[in-house]
């Protein structure tokens, strides 16, 4: 199939999707519509109160608090699980002396963190940040660190009889093993990342998405928190989109 093909399928799925909504809640096919506005809004209210604010700018201000915090989780969190998954992959008795660590710090539920996180470091943005990391970091780890391992034997025994030192075999054997695993949980993360800003804001501050909605949901304004749900959709798609072009770049050699 090729990518215009795809692209009106994918678009035909959120028009149906659209419009099976606004028939929910504007005529009484799936029931009474004042019922089902009241619960999930309608598709019109939602496009206007995005529309709102846009036009009005104030969206603005919380978009760039909540895209400052997931770019910071995002490059951090990733940057640790990287050089981690490569290291303790490289070193079989260090991997195996933090393994059950690694595997109960893993196994935390991140929402428990962010109250303490809050404590260590106040509701600014470092709160949400670390909590965004938290989320990010093991998802790249373990990708990372099974890309390693899964270089294939033989290429790495015919490397090493050309002569190639530990600099040669990380650049031109470990790192385009592992390049897809690490984009493939990147992609992944970027909405990790977005997650650990959110639920952080949404738990305690003064500005970003997270506390649009918490704000929005606080007077059961239905169409604020799916409007809301929405710019954070699109931000989410937008920031896998770059993802994407960067492993595009990045993995030319790959082909198709």
């Known amino acids: 199939m090729n990518r215009a093909a795809l692209i009106s399928l994918q678009i035909l799925v959120a028009v149906a999707i659209v419009v099976l909504w606004h028939l929910a809640s504007t005529t009484t096919l799936f029931g009474n519509p004042k019922t089902v506005a009241f619960f999930f809004g309608d598709p019109v209210s939602v496009m206007r109160r995005v529309g709102e604010w846009v036009f009005e700018g104030s969206i603005w201000y919380h978009l760039w608090i909540t895209l400052s915090e997931s770019i910071l989780a995002f490059l951090i969190g990733a940057a640790g699980g990287v050089l981690f998954g490569f290291w303790f992959a490289r070193k079989p008795l260090v991997a195996a002396v933090f393994d059950p660590y690694v595997k109960a710090a893993n196994a935390l539920p991140r929402v428990v963190l962010a109250p303490i996180f809050a404590l260590w470091f106040g509701l600014g943005i470092w709160s949400k940040v670390a909590l965004g990391i938290t989320l990010v970091f093991f998802i790249v780890f373990f990708n990372v660190y099974q890309g390693v391992k899964?270089?294939?034997?033989?290429?790495l025994s015919n490397a090493r009889?050309?002569?190639?030192?530990?600099?040669?075999?990380?650049?031109?054997?470990?790192?385009?093993?592992?390049?897809?695993?690490?984009?493939?949980?990147?992609?992944?993360?970027?909405?990790?990342?977005?997650?650990?800003a959110v639920v952080g804001e949404y738990l305690g501050s003064?500005?970003?998405?997270?506390?649009?909605i918490q704000?929005?949901?606080g007077v059961f304004d239905v169409t604020g928190v799916f409007a809301g749900m929405f710019v954070l959709m699109a931000f989410v798609l937008l920031v896998d989109w770059l993802v994407g072009l960067?492993?595009?770049r990045l993995l030319a050699w790959r082909g198709r």
């Open 150 to 155: 899964e270089v294939s034997p033989t290429v």
């Open 161 to 196: 009889m050309l002569g190639m030192n530990e600099r040669q075999l990380l650049r031109h054997v470990y790192l385009p093993s592992a390049l897809s695993w690490m984009f493939s949980s990147l992609h992944t993360s970027v909405g990790f990342a977005v997650v650990g």
């Open 206 to 212: 003064a500005a970003g998405l997270g506390y649009l």
């Open 215 to 217: 704000q929005a949901e």
């Open 246 to 248: 960067v492993e595009k």
